[in-house]
Each structure stands twice: as C-alpha cells, then as structure tokens.
C-alpha cells in the first residue's frame, strides 16, 4: 500500500513506518538499532540547525511557525535576563537558534539561491511524505524528500545537506559515513511505488553547503555505483530488520551466532609488518 501526504514534519516523524535514519543504525547492530527505536534522542544542536537551514530554505514562510531567534543578550545581567526570559515565553514551542545561526543560515541560503542549478532544483514539491510497502518484506517504509519535480519524463529528488565540506572527494566520504548512498536509493525506490515511475527514471541530487565562509557550495548527482550501494545496504538492512522483527532476536556486534569475532591489525599495518 502506498500514499503521498502533506503534511508536517512532527506528524511525519511520529509515524512507525521506518526511515532511513532509523534504518541506517542496523548498520551498527540491531541491538544498537532497537534501542535506538526505543529511546529516541532530542534533536542535537547540529540537527536542529540543518533543520533551521532547510526550512529558511525550502519553506521561508513558515519559518517563525518553528524557530525563534534568540536575542543577543547578556543572560547574567538583570536586564538581559528579563529580556530572554521574555522572549522564552513568547516562543512557545518553536526551536531556539542564536543570532549567529540565523545569520549563517542566511548566508547558506543566499548561495543556494544565487547558483543557477541550485535554484531549479529546490522550485518543486516540498517536504511531502510518502509512505510504502517494501516488495519484499512487507515492511512499512516511509521517505520525505526535500523536494522532488517531473522534468519530462524524469523525477528529480533534491537533498538540501549542511556538511562541513562540499568539496566533492570530502562529500563522497560522508555519504559512505553517513549512509546517504542509502538514503539515495531507498527514497528512488519508495518514489517510484508512489509516483508509478520507474527507478531508472528517477535521478538524486544532492546540494551541499558548507556551515562556515565563504559557505561554498556543490551540486552532486548520485550515479549508479551510489544507488546500487544503497539499494544493496537498504536490501540487507530490511531484511535483518524484519527478520529481528519476526525472532524477537536483536542481536549485538558478536552477531546472529554469538561467535567470537577476531582481533587484528589494520591492513596497512599487516602490509608494513610483512615488508
């Protein structure tokens, strides 16, 4: 079963189908995976800057529906506390970011903006939610692209990262850390169940902006080694999961046998010994 919802980003996250943050944890263990599951963590300092980012971004509008900026205040004096505790009481649930984080969110947003094929991509569906039945498990599965459009016969997917570095070779090693080839592949796969398009029609572009000056900027498509990575981990990782799912068995790093796993050296140092 499939379907496609507006709707918001709590209502999207409160959802049990599986994402790929959650999913990309079996990479450790699927005990570390369903502890995880079980006790969710706040959002980090980093998390809710990139999240301050893409709404800035993507959805300017709703901005101040979701973050407040917090004025530039000393908090120890008695007029400053006064003044932050005022502002704390007016907003509400929204998340805080500082002044700084404010202004550097703008600085990245103006240099998505001002690259030409930056700008193209975001112009699209936004943050929308889709939900889908894994073909071969059955597992409930859900992606929320940032954005995704229909150019002819193609649907493109765009992903807006803050990193610490654009540089391509850099990037290359946060997707690998990171588990975006993962994310690559399963959004293409649980777009083409809900859009009715073929996976070989549907391309993933990443845009990468940098957190600090000059805020330097990449826009990276993922080529078939990305998708047949992801699609290879996202195949396992289901697979465990639903297997996990189906034993009650969520075993730890000595795996589903117990056995002891061997101890060595890394291979550059076995190389260096044997010379």
């Not at 969710?40 to 809710?48: A, K, M, R, Y």
């Not at 973050?67 to 530039?72: G, L, R």
Request: aromatic fraction near 10%; charge should be negative; include cysteine.
């Amino acid at each position: 079963m499939t379907s496609i919802l507006k709707e918001s980003n709590k209502a999207y996250h409160s959802n049990l189908a599986i994402s790929k943050s959650s999913l990309v944890k079996m990479s450790v263990c699927p005990q570390y995976f369903k502890y995880c599951l079980d006790n969710p963590e706040p959002p980090t300092d980093e998390l809710i800057f990139g999240s301050a980012f893409h709404k800035l971004t993507l959805e300017p509008t709703d901005f101040n529906k979701e973050f407040a900026v917090a004025p530039n205040v000393k908090r120890n004096t008695k007029e400053g506390k006064a003044i932050y505790d005022e502002f704390l009481l007016t907003s509400g649930d929204c998340e805080i970011i500082t002044q700084e984080q404010y202004a550097a969110i703008q600085a990245m947003r103006d240099v998505v903006v001002d690259n030409k094929y930056a700008r193209q991509l975001i112009q699209g569906e936004v943050e929308t939610s889709m939900y889908f039945d894994d073909d071969l498990t059955g597992v409930p599965c859900k992606v929320r692209p940032d954005v995704y459009k229909t150019v002819k016969d193609r649907v493109v997917i765009t992903d807006l990262k803050s990193c610490r570095s654009a540089q391509t070779l850099e990037f290359m090693r946060d997707v690998v850390k990171y588990g975006y080839d993962l994310q690559a592949a399963m959004y293409r796969i649980g777009a083409s169940q809900v859009l009715g398009v073929p996976k070989e029609n549907i391309d993933f572009v990443f845009i990468a902006v940098e957190k600090k000056p000059p805020y330097l900027i990449n826009v990276l498509q993922a080529d078939d080694f990305v998708f047949q990575r992801g699609e290879a981990l996202f195949r396992e990782y289901i697979g465990t999961y639903a297997e996990c799912l189906k034993t009650g068995d969520w075993y730890g790093l000595n795996g589903i046998t117990g056995v002891i796993n061997n101890l060595s050296l890394p291979n550059y140092l076995i190389n260096d010994n044997n010379k």
